[in-house]
């Protein structure tokens, strides 16, 4: 079984940044690749960002690129999506995934958090 906790969701401003974690357990970490997806109230969830087992590959939605950026520590068990330069529309519930393969992919994970929520004030 394998458990993800997201933290560092939070209300900010227009133009500011956020960095979320996810802490996972349970599994090793380094044979998951992982992915930050987001769900905006009436609206589906959607991919945002993901990481491959080495964190040697990412891939991100065309709406966060060069804003955002997937990062991993194997050592800590910790994912992280910094989050700069926000914007009203990035306001949502982020979720952490992981998929026990190599394959930065974006759908189709085995295991999700419980969500964080940002909000972005314009």
């Known amino acids: 079984q394998v458990q993800l906790v997201e933290s560092g969701g939070g209300l900010v401003q227009a133009g500011g940044s956020l960095r979320l974690s996810c802490a996972v357990s349970?599994?090793?970490?380094?044979?998951?690749?992982m992915a930050w997806f987001r769900q905006a109230p009436g609206k589906e969830r959607e991919f945002v960002a993901g990481i491959s087992r080495s964190g040697a590959y990412t891939y991100y939605a065309d709406s966060v690129k060069g804003r955002f950026t997937i990062s991993r520590d194997n050592a800590k068990n910790t994912v992280y999506l910094q989050m700069n330069s926000l914007k009203p529309e990035d306001t949502a519930v982020y979720y952490c995934?992981?998929?026990?393969?190599?394959?930065?992919?974006?759908?189709?994970?085995?295991?999700w958090g419980q969500g964080t929520q940002v909000t972005v004030s314009s």
């Open positions: 349970g599994r090793t970490f380094s044979s998951y690749a």
């Open positions: 995934a992981a998929t026990p393969t190599d394959l930065v992919r974006t759908r189709g994970y085995d295991y």
